[in-house]
C-alpha cells in the first residue's frame, strides 16, 4: 500500500468531544492490562527515536471547518501512552524515517451513547457528530482551502 492518509482511530473514556491528537511520546505506560494480560510500563517504544512526534495533520484548517460546523473537537495534546499513543508514535516515526510525503494523525473518540447506559455520568456523542467529524477531517485533508480563504 501507499496512502496518501493513515487517519487511525480509537475509543477514549471521559471524553466530552472528539479530539485530534497533536503529539505522540515514545513511550508505553499501561496502568491496566492489555487483552493478552500484558502491563507494560515506562517501556521505550522505538529504542533512540525522538521523545515525541507530531502528527503532520494541518490541525488549525481543520478546526477552523469543525467551528465553522459546530462540530464537538477539540485538539488534545496527549494520546496518553497506552496502545492508541503507541499507533501513532509508530506510524509517524516510521514516516519520519522514511521521509514519506503521508498525512498522518490518530483520532479518540468519545462512547456511544449504548456504551454508557450503565453509567449515567459519563459522556458520550452520538454516531452522526462523529460520522460527521471524521468526514470533515478527511474532507481537509483531501481538498485543502488556504486558510486565508472564507472556509
Keep these: 500500500y501507499k496512502p496518501d492518509l493513515i487517519l ?19 513511550v508505553n505506560d499501561a496502568r491496566i492490562p492489555d487483552n493478552l494480560g500484558n502491563t507494560i510500563r515506562n517501556q521505550v517504544i522505538v529504542e533512540g527515536g525522538p521523545d515525541g512526534l507530531f502528527t503532520n495533520l494541518p ?12 462540530l464537538p473537537v477539540m485538539i488534545s495534546n496527549t494520546a496518553g501512552a497506552y496502545i ?28 456511544l451513547p449504548g456504551q454508557v447506559l450503565e453509567k449515567p455520568t459519563m459522556p458520550s456523542m452520538e454516531r452522526r ?3 460527521e467529524t471524521i468526514t470533515t477531517i478527511i474532507d481537509v485533508l483531501l481538498n485543502p482551502v488556504p486558510l486565508d480563504i472564507k472556509q
Excluded: Q, S, W
Excluded at 487511525?8 to 515514545?26: K, S, Y
Excluded at 503507541?86 to 483520532?107: C, E, N, P, R, S
Design 8 to 26: 487511525m482511530m480509537g475509543l477514549a473514556a471521559g471524553r466530552t468531544h472528539v479530539n485530534i491528537e497533536r503529539i505522540a511520546i515514545n
Design 59 to 70: 490541525l488549525e484548517a481543520i478546526m477552523k471547518r469543525m467551528h465553522k460546523k459546530e
Design 84 to 111: 492508541c499513543n503507541h499507533i501513532m508514535y509508530k506510524t509517524l516515526h516510521y514516516i519520519k524515517t522514511y521521509d514519506l510525503k503521508i498525512k498522518a494523525g490518530f483520532v479518540h473518540m468519545p462512547y
Design 129 to 131: 457528530y462523529m460520522r
